[in-house]
Every structure is written in structure tokens, then in C-alpha cells.
């Protein structure tokens, strides 16, 4: 027997540097990965049994032994264990081929190179061969080998800067530095290898913002938290060089924690069918039940009469017995009513579906060289049924590139551009941009327009000169130079990034920072301030602070927020320029800018004393430390003086426009998350067309619980249908483009419908062979070029029709109701296709005169109907020719033919005598006339009734897809929409305010001095401007909807 230690259960973690025997002990997992399923061994057993979970799978299966037992099998095993052995192989192939990417890229991974202290030198390992303990060495722009505590780096004070967008998908700058105890060892790779450092820390968990722990070292212990550590699936950026400690590597790694099993997720098509599946087993079986009740009263009444000329075992004769075994014997002659081919077409059309996805030209975006990109084939019918859409405001709707506009200083607006008229005009085409003179260090992509701003500082405005001194000085942003002398920012946010370029190019450029000065050049002297207070920044202030010392001597408080905050602190001799301000921010809101409001302090010497003591205090409590840090921050920032208010526009994406409205034209309904003021989300909502003046009312739920806003949401409800009682009547409803793969799913059950056989006791009227090749051979290819090709109405009339997609979220396309259809024609088929033949065949001689109604003779006519009638029917329904289309349709049918002559040829004969024993009956039965005239019939009647009733829908009751075919037909190239003249924006009394940042600040990191020093920091990129003026291309689409149906009410939507 052989036996192997078990890990237990971790709840602690402890880890010693540089000693993997110490380590091992505790059978940490090492730095391998494995997202993979199977391996060669384990292939096989999981995938047959992932396979068999199935339930189409499992009843085939359960089929298959039945057939094996004499009794009650009326069909050979082959029938069932060929198109069985088929689907699972293919989709086995299909799962190997996803597992071995997945065994790819987990190789890639593993055998990565990272530099390994070991026998205190530096040796390339591979990422698997890490082990929890060894120390590593990073170098800039490396990604992270497992989870690290954070020993020293290039920066000062062992300070580190990290990309954690693998993570959490931000792409701002993260800052992490190492205890001062261990930054002092530097790149010493020798102190590096002494280093015997223990840490004690919480087992490995997936939570990405927590850490707890403690390094004990020479005698002394040190608290660990999460800005000591670096997680696996971060970059370092603009560090040279750091080192760290493994603490958790491989499958313990947070960024593994976090991505766990992945779940099988099921689409609605595939939960309708499974349902549908069921349903078909229940038919099945009673069916099956009233066929073998009927068999045991035949057996009973009438059997008896013939037992004496049969050989028959007692046990036989039982008729409630033989009645058992027939209903297990339709069961199998029936099998073909459920479509096991049905799941593998559904599979291969969505992974041809998602290489269209990818090979899509007009989804790459060229700025990156990035094409789309399906990551699963499981959901890609879903795109066409989405109800919601949840959006990110800034980076998604935004580009998150700020631009300095305007601002309102002391009253005065500028930023504004007037005519010789005095009319405001638009700046980009009536005036030059300013030129800044006055600053060396100028942006050459910085644009301003108003001339008057600069004049103002050349005279030496006070307000204006204290108003960029405070851009200048209240911020967290870091500077240093490149090698061509330029100035080179890194900002904890845009918005900062912004406000401190727009203070450099009018003059006040921010130098350099130690702990405890700022220096900044102020229209050409440099400024030395000394910094006295940091008051940073959080989502409760909504507000940061500076207090420095000037050269003079003077104590001053500059602070920049949110308005509404910082009103609230002004002093009251404010008044005026409170009231005048506000007017100014209602005006950039109305515009879609984001804004800032400006105000400063002068403090005096003593309180300034006083109050910094008991700040110190405060900072050394143990008790609500928090609190007493915050209500010092309150008494400080109080009695300021208004400077003015910043206003900052962060451009929409190319296209956000008339993505948004065709998303509403299409019933999508869309949320915009952001942690923005309410101000600032209702324009954003304008500017996106999210919202439009043409709204009867737009209504904001501000409640905090879930019974506020249910509350609110009655109101609303009661206040809108008080007002507009045809409210469920306003949604213009129209049709949707078909879904490609829904028709091939409703073709698929038509299919299986009519695979259905009418029998004797013990006889299918088709061919074995035909039964066990009719899903997977003559089929199966027509469905699935059909579900990957066909399109009902042009790429570009999809996009100009948003409501071609409505159906889709309605499931129109495909339901139970188009179920119950499909059956209704498949029995009616099945019936037309039986009893045509029979009827033809019940009193008919041959050409020569000899009589034609033999089994086999009817077998062959009968499926080679069902074979063309099928494929008339994917015909007809298919709206987009293709080669393919073609080759596969009647490919299928002359396969069909092949496969025919062939097992009726005397060669198959010779070699499988006993299979194939109707020798030359195909050649002497479709060489007759009159069984071509009955194929003829037999087809015609079948198909006529769909032609004609679709006929009739079309040209009575036309769905909008309808319409646009017959467009398409009669307009062989679509006119180009013509464009109109831009339109000015709309203005608004809404104001905008925002919060200029969504995290903690790094004032404590920069009055600690830990960061004043960047290394390779990367070239600031130049500001693009967005052109989104496009109402004329809205009007056009709103117009043409309109045009082209006219029958649909034309109320105005709502929005709740």
C-alpha cells in the first residue's frame, strides 16, 4: 500500500527566506499552474463522463443496450451506435482541441524565466520551479511570478510602482514600497542571501485588496499590509529593478484564488431545448405506451388466432407481456424523433459564429492592432438576446483623457471665445489658439483660445496669478525630467494630470517636491514653498488641502473640490461671487464639462501651531484615530475664500453617439455605473444621448435603501402613467433580424420530425442504413450551412434597423409556441409522406407491366421523398446563397443517391450478403416513370402548404425583416444617408460636479518623501480630440425607422 502525506488545513501561513527545506515541511503548492481539464490518462474517463450527463447522450446509450437484447430489438445496434459513436467523437475532438490550448498556454506560463537568489547568486529559473521563500529579482516592465512581499527596489525608500490591470483592469499607476529594514539591503545580492527573515501571515484567500502579516528579523518584528506586497499578474512599470519574497506561489496565488472552476454556463436556447428534449421523451414514451396497449388487446382479441403456426415460448403468449416488450421495441424504432445531432450542429455553428467574430474586419480596432475576440463559443446566441447593458462611465463611454477648457476666476469666465459681434462662436474655427510665451516647459498639445487669460496674467492679475499658484501647489502629481530637459508628469488621476499641464502652460509650472517643500517657476522665478500639511483626499471629503509657507513668510490653505462641498466652507463675505460662480458651473455643465471648485485660506502663525500639535496628537492615538484626523481637517478648511472653478472636459469615445441610440432604438436598455456626482451623471447622460430634451420627464430615484427607492419608483410610476395613459403603447415594436443559429435549431427539430416512422410489428418502413445516416449524412450539412451562412437582411440594414433586433429579446424566433408548429408540420409531413406512396402503391404496375408495390420499392420512394423534401424545405428557407450553401444542399441529396445505388450494388452484396440483400432494387424502382411522378407528388405536397402560407404572412401581415428583403430585392445598392450641418450643443441648468479621484490619496506617501524619485517613466500621450457631433446621422435613423413602418404608434418614449 502506498501512502503520501496530506496537506491540512491551512490558517496561518508561515514562510522562512532562503530556506526551501524549512519551507517544505509544509507542503506548500509550488509555482506550477494548471488550468487544464484532462491530461492523456484522464482524458477519456472525465470527458465520456462529462459527456454522458447529457441527456440526449445517456438515452442513446440506454438505447443501445436495449438493442442488444433479442426480445424486444427491432432495429440492429449499428443504427444507433454509428451517429452515437459520431457525436461523441466529435465533440471529444472539440474538447481536446479547447484543453490543449489550455495545456499551451499554461506551459507558456510555467516556463517563463525569473531571476532566483540561490546560493546567494542570481540564476534564471522557470516560473514552475519557484518555490515558496526564494527571494526573486523583477526588472521593469516583468510581470509578477507569484505573490511577493516587497524587500527593496531602484526607487528611494524601497519604493515600487505596479500595473495592476490584469487584476482589477486599472491602468493608473499603484504605488507599493518595502519596510525601511528591508530596503536598506538594496541589490546586495550577498545581504540579499543572508536575509532569514520569517513571516507568520493569513492563509492563502482571494481577496486582492487585504493582507495581513508579520516579518520577524533580527529580533524585531514588523507589521505587514497589502501595500507591502506585489500580486501575481501585476507589471512593474517604471522601476529599474525590485526584489521579493515568494509568500504564496502557483494555486495559492490571489490572482488563482480568484479564478476558480470555471462554470459551464447555459444559454436560454439551451435551456429551452433540454426542455423541449423532455418533452419529446414524454411523446416518446406515450407513444410508445399506446402503441404497446394496442399491441396487447390485438394480441388478445386476435394473436391467439395464429400462435398455433408459431413457434412461440410460453412466456409469450402472455399478451400483457408482449405488450412489455413492444413498447420497448417502439421505443427503439421510434428513436429518431429525438435529434441526437441536434446538440453537435448547435456546437459547430457556434464555433463557426465565433471565427466570424474574430475574423470581423470592422470590429479591429487598427490603433491597437486588436481584432475581437469570442472566449467562448458557449454564448455567442446571446448577443442577439440582451435586454441591459451595464457600462462603466469613465475609459468606456470616456476616453479618460482630461482636457483644460475653461475656468471661472474671480468672477470672469474664461475660455470663451466672442465675435466682433460679442456672440460666443465656436473656438475651434474663428479664432487662433493662444500662444504661451510666458512658459518654457509649454505643451504643444495644450490648445486654449481665449486671449484674454493670458493678458490677465501679463498684467499681473492677483486673483488669477493666486488661482494658477493653487493648481500649481494642490495636487499629488510627481515630476522629473527626461533626457531631452522636458518635464515628464505622473499622476494618481487624469483629472490632476490636467489642471497641473494647464498651470505649466500659462506659466506656473510645478518643478519638484521633497517631504517638505514644492517648487514650482512662476512665470519664469523659481518658488520654493515650504509644505507644512497634506490634507488629503477620500470619496467622504470629496476635497483635498495644502498648508505651505511662502518665501514672505505667509501661511496659506489651498484647497480644491467639489463645489458643493467647498460652498458649504466659504466665508460669508463670499456671497456675491458664490452666486456669480454657480452661474458660471451651471454653464460648463450645460456643456458636459467636469468641474472643480477653487478656494484658499490665509492662516495665522499661532493657530497654525496650535493646531498642527494637536494634529500630531491626533496621528499618534490609538483610539479613533480617524475620527479626531477628520474633525481637525473640518475646523481648518472652514472661512475660505472663493478663487473660482475649473472646468475639464473628458471626451467621449469615438462613436458613443450612435452607439447609444441605436442601443436604444433596439430596446436595449442601458445602466451607466459610475461613482460620479448625480449632476454629473445626468449630463453625461445628455452628452451620450442616454437622455434627450424630447423626454416627457426624466426621474431620479435618490433613495438609499431598498424600500426608499421602491417608494420612489411607485411615485414615478403613478406620476408617469398620470400623464401619459398610453404609455404602454409608446415603444415603437418591430422585427429583428432572424437569428442565424435559432433557424437552424428550428430546422434541426423540423428534421427530427421528419425522421418519424410509420412500422408494422417488427418492420421500419425505411432502410436501416437510412435511418442510422439520415441525421448525420444527409442532413446534417444543409442545417449547418445554413445556421453559419444564411442572413435575412444586410450587415449594414441590420445597423440601420435597430429594431431588427427585438425578436431576439423576445424570443419570437424560437419558442414553444414555434415548436409546437415545427411538430404540427412535421406530422403532417410524416403523414403526406407515408400515405401519398401507399395509396400510389396500393394498385400500380411498373413500365413493363409487372407489378412495383414490393417493401423495398416503397422504402426507396418514401426516402428519397423525405431526402428532397428536406432539402426544399432548407431552400426555402434560406434567404443568403452561398457556394457553400449550394455544394451542401444538393451535395446532400446526391450523397444521398451515391449511398443509395452503392448498398443496393452487387459488389456491397458480395462482400455483406447479409446486410445488404435487396441487390439492383434502387436501379429498377427509380427507372420507373410513375415512381418519379409519385416522388413528384409526394414533395409538392408537402412543401405547398408552407409556400403558400408564407406567402400569405408575408404579403398580409409583413414584419419589418420582411420589408427590408423586398427593399433589398428592388434596391440593388442602399443610397448613402446625407449629412447635415452639425448642430450646437444643448445647454443646461444642470450643474456638474465629480469627484477628481476614486481612491485614497497619496498624501501621506508624498509627505513621507518615499516617492520622490521615478524611474523610466512613460512618454505622455497627446490629446486627440473626438469628433461625436453626429445629431444629423440620429435625425436620418430616427426619420427612416419612421418612414418604413408606419403602422407602429408614434408616441414618444417614456424613460423611467
Known sequence: MFCSKKKSFEVERIVKANDREYNEKFLYKDNRIHTSKYNILTFLPINLFEQFQRVANAYFLFLLILQLIPEISSLTWFTTIVPLVLVVTMTAVKDATDDYFRHKSDNQVNNRQSEVLIDSKLQNEKWMNVKVGDIIKLENNQFVAADLLLLS???????????TAELDGETNLKVRHALSVTSELGADTSRLAKFDGIVVCEAPNNKLDKFTGVLSWKGSKHSLNNEKIILRGCVLRNTSWCFGMVIFAGPDTKLMQNSGKTKFKRTSIDRLMNTLVLWIFGFLICLGTILAIGNSI???????????????????????????????????????????????????????????????????????????????????????????????????????????????????????VHDDLGQKTDMTKKKETVGFSVSPQADRTFQFFDHHLMESIELGDPKVHEFLRLLALCHTVMSEENSAGQLIYQVQSPDEGALVTAAKNLGFIFKSRTPETITIEELGTLVTYQLLAFLDFNNFRKRMSVIVRNPEGQIKLYSKGADTILFERLHPSNEDLLTLTSDHLSEFAGEGLRTLAIAYRDLDDKYFREWHKMLEDANTATDERDERIAGLYEEIERDLMLLGATAVEDKLQDGVIETVTSLSLANIKIWVLTGDKQETAINIGYACNMLTDDMNDVFIIAGNTAAEVREELRKAKENLFGQNRSFSNGHVVFEKKQSLELDSVVEETVTGDYALIINGHSLTVYDQWFITLFNIVYTSLPVLAMGIFDQDVSDQNSMDYPQLYKPGQLNLLFNKHEFFICMAHGIYTSLALFFIPYGAFYNMAGDDGQHTADY????????????????????????????INHVFIWGSIATYFSILFTMHSNGIFGLFPNQFPFVGNARHSLTQKCIWLVILLTTVASVMPVVAFRFLKVDLFPTLSDQIRQWQKAQKKARPLRSRKPQTRRSSSRRSGYAFAHQEGYGELITSGKNMRAKNPPPMSGLEKTLYNSTSWIENLCKKTTDTVSSFSQDKTVKL
Open 153 to 163: 527596489s531602484s526607487e528611494p525608500h524601497g519604493l515600487c510602482y505596479i500595473e
Open 298 to 416: 390485438w394480441e388478445n382479441q386476435v394473436g391467439d388466432q395464429f400462435r398455433t403456426f408459431l413457434f412461440w415460448n410460453e412466456g409469450e403468449k402472455n399478451s400483457v407481456f408482449s405488450g412489455f416488450l413492444t413498447f420497448w421495441s417502439y421505443i427503439i424504432i421510434l428513436n429518431t424523433v429525438v435529434p441526437i445531432s441536434l446538440y453537435v450542429s448547435v456546437e459547430v455553428i457556434r464555433l463557426g459564429h465565433s471565427y466570424f467574430i474574430n475574423w470581423d474586419r470592422k470590429m479591429y480596432y487598427s490603433r491597437k492592432a486588436t481584432p475581437a475576440e469570442a472566449r467562448t463559443t458557449t454564448l455567442n446566441e446571446e448577443l442577439g438576446q440582451i435586454e441591459y447593458v451595464f457600462s462603466d462611465k469613465t475609459g468606456t463611454l470616456t476616453q479618460n483623457i482630461m482636457t483644460f477648457k475653461k475656468c471661472s476666476i474671480n468672477g470672469r469666465i474664461y475660455g470663451e
Open 856 to 883: 423495398q420499392s416503397f422504402a426507396v420512394t418514401m426516402a428519397t421523398s423525405l431526402v428532397i423534401v428536406v432539402s426544399v424545405q432548407i431552400a426555402l428557407d434560406t434567404s443568403y446563397w452561398t457556394v
